[in-house]
């Protein structure tokens, strides 16, 4: 999935050496590669608006 400014996600399956040359150029372009648990995002740092950090352990139920 590639994500714009604005909103639209554009999905589309590549081959290896595309996906290579695409995190490449956004690399480039003032990229960062983010590894998280379910694979890599790429972020175009200067379209990140703000950064929100969950700092609280998940619970369950009525925590106190």
């Known amino acids: 999935n590639i ?3 604005g909103g639209p996600v554009l999905s589309a399956r590549v081959a290896p ?3 290579k ?3 490449d150029k ?3 372009s003032g990229g ?3 590894t998280a648990e379910d694979g890599t ?7 990140v608006v703000y950064l929100l950090v969950d700092t609280d352990a998940h619970q369950v139920g009525f925590g106190g």
Do not use: M
């Open 17 to 19: 050496s595309e996906l």
């Open 32 to 34: 960062h590669d983010l």
């Open 21 to 23: 040359e695409l995190r």
């Open 41 to 47: 995002i790429a972020i175009r740092l200067d379209r």
């Open 26 to 28: 956004l690399v480039e």
């Open 3 to 5: 994500g714009f400014q």
